[in-house]
Each structure stands twice: as structure tokens, then as C-alpha cells.
């Protein structure tokens, strides 16, 4: 729900769900969602429920939806490209006294520098933080 409400948020399957609504937003249809606890006698709530395990449970059923999230994506770059940079960590033979501190690259910490930059026009310090991280 929170997706669909977020303007941001530009998932594929997001995206699909406001091209249903649309429509009916546009037929004057006024359309809430609303989260309904479970296993509480809500007959929607129950029907949804029976309907989605009928549905998953079929074994001929066509595949709905296949795509995967751009954050799962970048996740397993990360997670591939760190392991890569470990492997290289590990052969090279520099490093030593930094490599007795972080055995792997994931312990290394993140650096933050705080720089004060004077802005001229209004005679103010204006603080930015800047992130290096190894990724």
C-alpha cells in the first residue's frame, strides 16, 4: 500500500496496479486500500486469502510476473563486485599492515569528511558531509 501511495516509487508492478486504478479513478470511482488483520472474519480479507492459495498451489499456472526489483539488482552487484574485491584482497601481497586491521573488505569502515564550505553571496558556512565508501 505504502508503494502504490509513494509518487517515487516507479516498480513495474507498482506501475501495473496504477494503470488498473486509473481507469476507475477516472469512472468517478473513489478507491481506498486499507490493511485488514488476518484470520479476523473479514469475508474480503478470507476470499483473497482462498483465492491466492488456489492460485499458488496450481501447478500449470502461467507465470504473472517475472521481473526483479532494481534494488534486488543492485544488492547483488554489491554483493558480486565485494566478492571480487575480496578475492583480489585476499591474493594481493601489499597491504599488510592495513589488512591486520581489516581482514576483509567488508570491515572497512566507511570515511566521512566534513568540509566547511563559506557561501559568499548570503555570508553564511554552509556544512556538507561528504561519503567515501568502497562500493
Known sequence: MDA????RNHQNLVEQIRDEIRPLETDNWTIHFTW???HKDNYGNELADKLAKEA???SE???SYN?????????????????EWQGEWDASSKGAIT???FSTIGDRPSKRLQMN???NDRNRTRYTEIILSQI
Open 56 to 58: 499458488a498451489s496450481r
Open 99 to 101: 589488512k591486520a586491521f
Open 117 to 119: 564550505i563559506k557561501n
Open 67 to 83: 521481473k526483479i526489483p532494481k534494488s534486488v539488482v543492485i544488492r547483488k552487484l554489491k554483493e558480486e563486485g565485494e566478492k
Open 4 to 7: 502504490i501511495a509513494n509518487p
Open 36 to 38: 485488514a488483520k488476518a
Open 61 to 63: 499456472a502461467e507465470i
